[in-house]
């Protein structure tokens, strides 16, 4: 999820507090539910509950490809309400250390640990993205769900997760590819695997993920179809970016169609 368009170069915290107000009220919206369930149908991860596009075929192949398993630990970066990460390590029967800078996301995360049959195997800390405060190379995979585009350096993000992983593991993530700036958005990459190189990682998958451009304009139709009831529920300051985001990406705002110019991908990349 975007943050709006705006007149200045928001801060981290500034984005760090339009997440603590954009995840507390996802918390309250069915309406938003409703939307993601008619636009993903049995694909979309129910009990996940994402705040972002993530599907159940994503999650099966991010717990694919950490290759990770009992007495082993990976961490989910930028984890918003650990979902995602929870999900992938109830599949894959590893441990997980979940990091996110926004401390309601770690709060409602934290909270939901027991109902993934999770306690004492999983837990989450308010920590950045480049600096995670984690120790070095103490595990065995890291994953990262639709939250890399909000880092303004991905390079220094990509060298946080080098320096986390041990030797050999992987480093799975979605996020965009960007060949246009939408306005108000921190810096982009066209294309992440230089920087993954770089960095010190292997490449060993990298593509679009299944229908993820309709599947984007659906829900964002389906969110200005709901526009009042939506901010009814989450309430202004959390339901107007997401609406400025739906008018915004698919070029109702300006006549350019930023949608058209990026790409979903999951990347699978490999510590060497």
């Known amino acids: 999820m975007a943050e709006p368009g705006s007149q200045h170069e928001p801060t981290r915290v500034d984005v760090a507090e339009l997440f603590n107000t954009g995840f507390a009220g996802w918390s309250k919206s069915p309406t938003l539910r409703h939307v993601w369930r008619k636009v993903y149908g049995g694909d979309y991860p129910e009990e996940v509950d994402p705040f972002s596009f993530v599907t159940v075929t994503d999650l099966r192949r991010i717990a694919q490809e950490l290759r990770v398993g ?40 934290t909270q939901r640990i027991g109902a993934f049959g999770l ?3 999983a837990w989450f800390q308010v920590g950045d ?18 939250a890399l585009w909000l880092v303004p ?9 080098a320096r986390l992983l041990r030797s050999g593991a992987h480093f799975v993530f979605t996020t965009w590819d960007v060949d246009l700036l939408p306005p108000g958005w921190p810096p982009q990459l066209s ?28 829900a964002y139709e389906g969110l200005r179809g709901v526009e009042a009831k939506v901010i009814a529920e989450m309430g ?37």
């Open 191 to 218: 294309d992440h695997r230089p920087t993954l190189r770089e960095a010190g990682f292997t490449v060993e998958s990298y593509g679009e993920t299944p229908e993820w451009e309709p599947r984007q304009r659906a």
């Open 153 to 161: 350096d991905k390079a220094a993000a990509i060298r946080e997760v």
């Open 236 to 272: 202004e300051a959390a339901g107007r970016p997401l609406i400025a985001e739906a008018n915004l990406l698919p070029g109702l705002v300006d006549g350019t169609d930023y949608l058209a110019r990026q790409r979903r991908i999951l990347a699978v990349a490999r510590k060497a």
């Open 129 to 146: 993205f480049t600096a995670t405060n984690l120790p070095a190379t103490a595990l065995d995979g890291a994953m990262s769900v639709d």
């Open 119 to 121: 306690s004492g195997r």
């Open 70 to 109: 009992p007495g082993q630990t990976f961490a989910d970066l930028a984890c918003g309400r650990g979902g995602p990460g929870l999900w992938v390590a109830r599949e894959s029967g590893a441990a997980l250390v979940g990091v996110d800078f926004s401390r309601v996301a770690v709060e409602h995360a």
